[in-house]
């Protein structure tokens, strides 16, 4: 069965986010760590904005987030 663009995006925020803290990682992003949470346990669905906060904080295209 293929994963959803949410659980894709969750696997992806997991794996970058690697050892750092939720906290420190969603600091980055520059999105809230409460979201960050969400993102990452696929329980909430993301704007565009939020997804264009994502990618430039990390300075990759949007659609590399769902590679």
Do not use: H, P, W, Y
Request: overall charge positive; proline content about 0%; aromatic content about 2%.
């Amino acid at each position: 069965m293929a994963m959803t663009l949410s659980e894709k995006l969750a696997k992806n925020l997991r794996a970058l986010r690697g050892e750092q803290t939720q906290g420190a990682f969603a600091k980055k992003l520059g999105i809230s760590r409460a979201t960050l949470n969400r993102l990452e346990s696929s329980s909430q669905n993301t704007t565009l904005k939020t997804l264009d906060e994502i990618s430039k904080g990390l300075r990759c295209d949007v659609g590399d987030l769902f590679k």
